[in-house]
């Protein structure tokens, strides 16, 4: 029998797309293991939800480091240390140093409140709102040293309403990413989703767009 991938997964806050992630595999829906979820803060929600799924947990402060390389270094040597075989970005605000992340490019994933290329970085709710769009959306993407920068997987699309605020944006969008993240992670456990020459491969063909999630899961 082959065992299934086993993932990793960083987070810094409360932990709600872990938490999708860990309620997928309950219901059979997603079937990888979680061998480690990490922290750069202690107090995440994020490592409160692991422990209680039983998911081994570690919290490591940047502050015991000189500077962001040795804490990622370190970091990363842990994650390699858990066996993981792919390691997911679940709201982790850190900006990854380009060497750490080195061996691990092809393997790790990051979901992200905007429809990339559009609004990398911080505040991606307020900045559509402020820019007048007529849509917003979530993303999934291979990470490279470029921030939210890697090849575009997938992604979920909303349209923004007319009583539409930051936080209202943020809570309408959150149930699609709950659906995107897992949706995506399964796409890789199944083979069906690679990482070939630097460009995402679905059912053996490179991607000329990303998937996209309608309501029976992604297109």
């Known amino acids: ?14 932990g709600s797309n872990l938490a999708a992630l860990i309620g997928a595999r309950e219901r059979g829906e997603l079937p990888v293991e979680f061998v480690l979820v990490a922290s750069d803060k202690a107090g995440a929600g994020a490592l409160r ?23 990622d270094l370190e970091l990363f040597a842990r994650v390699a240390a858990s066996g993981a075989d792919w390691l997911v970005l679940a709201g982790f605000m850190r900006v ?31 900045r559509a709102l402020e820019a007048g769009d007529a849509e917003h959306g979530a993303s999934v993407h291979f990470v490279t040293a470029e921030l939210d920068g890697g090849p575009v997987i997938a992604q979920a699309r909303l349209a923004i309403e007319a009583g539409d605020d930051e936080q209202r944006l943020a809570e309408r969008l959150l149930p699609l990413e709950h659906r995107l993240l ?30 996209l999630l309608g309501d029976h899961g992604l297109e």
């Open 1 to 14: 029998m082959i065992s299934p991938p086993r993932i990793a997964v960083l987070a810094s806050g409360r």
């Open 96 to 126: 990854i140093d380009a060497e750490a992340l080195r061996p691990w490019v092809g393997r790790v994933i990051n979901i992200h409140p905007s429809l990339l290329p559009k609004y990398r970085g911080l505040h991606t709710h307020r």
């Open 49 to 71: 939800l692991a422990e209680a799924a039983g998911i081994p947990t570690l919290a490591l402060s940047p502050k015991a480091y000189p500077d962001r390389r040795h804490y």
């Open 182 to 211: 897992p949706a995506v992670l399964g796409l890789l456990a199944s083979g069906r989703l690679q990482w070939r020459d630097g460009t995402a491969h679905h059912a053996g063909q490179p991607l000329s767009a990303p998937l």
